[in-house]
């Protein structure tokens, strides 16, 4: 066997190997649904902020307190205190 014949057999089983093992790859099934780990629990939405069920008190106290910080900021600005 020349060298040539040698290099274009062996050429030919690690194509045949990757072939395979991106066949295997591609058969594996994912789980549906990932879990992120998180200390003392698990989080199983990742978007829990957009979830439909949020409680709309915090968006409420939000809207409260922030004017009520602006305003207490200005008056801060103006006697010099900041």
């Known amino acids: 066997m ?3 014949e040698t290099r274009a057999t062996t050429m030919l089983k ?5 072939k395979q ?3 295997r790859a591609a058969k594996r099934t994912r789980p549906s649904q990932v879990f992120s780990v998180v200390p003392h629990t ?3 939405d990742a978007n ?7 409680q709309s008190d915090a968006i ?8 009520v910080f ?13």
Not at 14 to 18: C, F, K, L
């Open 2 to 4: 020349s060298d040539e």
């Open 14 to 18: 690690r194509e045949a190997t990757v």
């Open 21 to 23: 093992l991106l066949r």
């Open 42 to 44: 698990r989080e199983t």
């Open 48 to 54: 829990r902020e957009f979830a439909p069920d949020r």
């Open 60 to 67: 409420v106290s939000f809207l409260i307190a922030l004017p």
């Open 70 to 82: 602006m305003v207490a900021h200005a008056l801060c600005v103006k006697i010099g205190a900041i």
